[in-house]
């Protein structure tokens, strides 16, 4: 088994860029008729969700275009038409990618290096759905007024720094602690 390393502070920033985004988005919701019309485009009934990208079992709702892309809002939202079933190693190796771009990829996870059989069928089917949603990314900075836009996300800028110096203070106090500890094997009492 591997050895976990431990996490730092700054490797959490796309985890609170996420919360910053989600946050201020609108969503909504599928109706069941929603959910319905829109399997139905993907080739699927409510008896038989399977992931759209490789087959496997659907565990997820995923967003087909991504909500957050270089740290900001894309202008998608929580929406049926921008939501697809997907098994949970799919969503997280797509990730904010673009979801054709990535299928037909050599990324690790995707479809393509999965060798999934019917990629051309998923692809189409993906376009058709594209198609019957329509969705365009809106203006949020527009919708939601250019200063309150830029206000909300100093509050972002903000954190992230005070995160690099605590990062930079949890080193110091790790070195301290492993010096106070010597080589931390032979003994834990201090």
């Not at 007024?145 to 110091?172: F, P």
């Amino acid at each position: 088994m591997k050895f976990r390393k431990l996490l730092t502070i700054t490797s959490r920033t796309s985890s609170i860029t996420n919360s910053f985004v989600q946050a201020i988005l609108p969503s909504f919701p599928p109706s069941p008729d929603e959910r319905k019309e829109a399997l139905t485009v993907l080739g699927m009934s409510e008896d038989g969700i399977s992931c759209v990208y490789c087959g496997g079992p659907a565990n997820d709702w995923d967003h087909l275009r991504p909500l957050v892309r270089n740290k900001r809002p894309t202008g998608y939202i929580n929406e049926a038409k921008n939501l697809v079933p997907s098994c949970g190693p799919c969503n997280q190796s797509k990730s904010g990618s673009d979801w054709k771009s990535w299928m037909l990829s050599a990324a690790p996870g995707s479809p393509m290096t999965k060798k999934v059989s019917d990629i051309t069928e998923r692809v189409s089917r993906l376009e058709q759905f594209v198609a019957w949603g329509n969705v365009e990314p809106l203006p949020l900075r527009e919708l939601a007024g250019t200063d309150r836009w830029d206000v909300y996300w100093k509050h972002l800028s903000l954190i992230e720094e005070a995160m690099i110096k605590a990062q930079r203070e949890a080193i110091e106090v790790q070195v301290a602690i492993q010096l106070a500890l010597g080589d931390g094997r032979s003994s834990r009492n201090i």
